[in-house]
Structures are given as C-alpha cells and as structure tokens.
Nanobody
C-alpha cells in the first residue's frame, strides 16, 4: 500500500507561482507512475500532469503546458508540481496520485490506485 501526502497549496495572485509537493511512503518502483490531478466543485477530476517511474517522461494537460512542470525525486520519495503564470482557472483542489508498480506511465485516471488527501490552490 502506498500513502501520499500533499503540501504547498496556498492562495496566490494571478501571475504568481507556487510549488506543490507530495511525499510518498514507498520507493519509485513500488509507486510507479505518478501524477497530479485537480478538481473544482461540481466538475470532474482532471489530470494536470503525469511522470513515469524513472522521472524521464512527462505529459501535461493542454491547459497547463508551458506553465507547469512535474518532477520527482526518487531519493526523497517526493513528487513536485512547479506552477507559474497562475490563472484564476487554476483554482482547484490538487491531488497527488500513483499507479503502483503495474504501470510505468499513463494519464488515465482509472489506473491510479493511490491518492493523497488534496491541497487547495486558490488564484485570485
């Protein structure tokens, strides 16, 4: 079982930057592919960015390309999301997720078995 805990959410101004962190209870191999998702009230959860087990491949939602960067530090069992040029539409609860060892790289939410509790980002 993999436990995930996010941190770093805050209220920021439009155009500002923020870095989210997620600490995992397991190694990169056991954690597998990791991703950030976000959700606002009344809307479906959507993928923001995904990174493979080795930290070499990444994928981003079109809405955040060029503004957000996902990375992972396997030595520290941490996942990051660097967000810049923030917009009001980035306001959401952000969740860290992991697939476990069965998937090396994916964007499909159904394959993510482990989730954090979320951290709130508000841009105004």
């Amino acid at each position: 079982h993999v436990q995930l805990v996010e941190s770093g959410g805050a209220s920021v101004q439009v155009g500002g930057s923020l870095r989210l962190s997620c600490v995992t209870s397991a190694s990169a191999i056991r954690t597998g592919c990791m991703a950030w998702f976000r959700q606002t009230p009344g809307k479906e959860r959507e993928v923001v960015a995904s990174i493979d087990t080795g930290g070499m491949r990444t994928l981003y939602a079109d809405s955040v390309k060029g503004r957000f960067t996902i990375s992972r530090d396997s030595a520290k069992n941490r996942l990051y999301l660097q967000m810049s040029s923030l917009k009001p539409e980035d306001t959401a609860m952000y969740y860290c997720a992991a697939t476990g060892p069965d998937f090396a790289f994916t964007l499909e939410m159904r394959y993510f078995s482990y989730w954090g509790q979320g951290t709130q980002v508000t841009v105004s």
